[in-house]
């Protein structure tokens, strides 16, 4: 089965062997894939029962919650990696989740819609309109986005936080982009540490 080209970005940001959190992990597609191709030792945690339960049929430990609330259930220092995956702009509090991600793991990789990309830019300059992408498939009013970011929206929370940006992949309709690039790119990925 192949990734989606930012679950690609954040699994190959991912050592062998690690111990890696799955903050927000949907069916379990990325964390399957990297028990299967890197030996992971994973973990998910997921807010939708139907998505826990596709996990779990996948044979994968997932357990339902909601990471706003029960991420300071885990100890500090348990995993290697927390993955938080095109989820941190639905968190009620995206500072509190990237902090006790980075309490529970050594590195944080954290993927995101960018509001800032051209086109969204453009749908609002032009047509005064919530744009919709293939980053944002979904009108405004049905969105789970609430707390909208762009990449330098993000880097000045990381560097609120006094975290370290260890690497960043920025993507535009699945192809890879150079840092030059990073206003054309939908989706970014960063990989964060507390230096």
């Given at each position: 089965m192949t990734l989606r080209a930012d679950l690609a970005a954040i699994a190959d940001a991912v050592?062998?062997?690690?111990?890696?959190?799955?903050?927000?992990?949907?069916?379990?597609?990325?964390?399957?894939?990297?028990?299967?191709?890197?030996?992971?030792?994973?973990?998910?945690?997921?807010?939708?029962?139907?998505?826990?339960?596709?996990?779990?049929e996948r044979g994968l430990s997932v357990v339902q919650g909601?990471?706003?609330?029960?991420?300071?259930?885990?100890?500090?220092?348990?995993?290697?990696?927390?993955?938080l995956s095109d989820t941190l702009q639905a968190m009620r509090s995206p500072e509190t989740v990237l902090a006790e991600l980075l309490r529970i793991a050594r590195t944080a990789v954290i993927s995101f819609p960018n509001f800032g990309h051209w086109r969204v830019r453009l749908s609002l300059l032009v047509g005064g309109r919530?744009?919709?992408?293939?980053?944002?498939?979904?009108?405004?009013?049905?969105?789970p986005n609430i707390h909208l970011c762009s990449i330098d929206d993000f880097r000045a929370l990381a560097a609120k936080l006094d975290v370290t940006v260890?690497?960043?992949?920025?993507?535009?309709?699945?192809?890879?982009?150079?840092?030059?690039?990073?206003?054309?790119?939908?989706?970014?990925?960063?990989?964060?540490?507390?230096?």
């Amino acid at each position: 089965m192949t990734l989606r080209a930012d679950l690609a970005a954040i699994a190959d940001a991912v050592p062998a062997g690690a111990r890696v959190l799955d903050v927000g992990c949907g069916d379990g597609a990325l964390l399957a894939a990297l028990q299967r191709d890197k030996g992971v030792d994973g973990r998910g945690i997921e807010l939708s029962g139907a998505n826990v339960a596709a996990a779990v049929e996948r044979g994968l430990s997932v357990v339902q919650g909601d990471a706003d609330a029960d991420l300071a259930d885990y100890p500090s220092h348990a995993f290697d990696v927390a993955i938080l995956s095109d989820t941190l702009q639905a968190m009620r509090s995206p500072e509190t989740v990237l902090a006790e991600l980075l309490r529970i793991a050594r590195t944080a990789v954290i993927s995101f819609p960018n509001f800032g990309h051209w086109r969204v830019r453009l749908s609002l300059l032009v047509g005064g309109r919530m744009p919709m992408t293939a980053a944002l498939p979904v009108p405004w009013y049905a969105t789970p986005n609430i707390h909208l970011c762009s990449i330098d929206d993000f880097r000045a929370l990381a560097a609120k936080l006094d975290v370290t940006v260890e690497g960043a992949t920025f993507l535009s309709r699945g192809r890879r982009l150079t840092w030059a690039e990073n206003l054309r790119a939908e989706q970014a990925v960063f990989v964060l540490s507390r230096g």
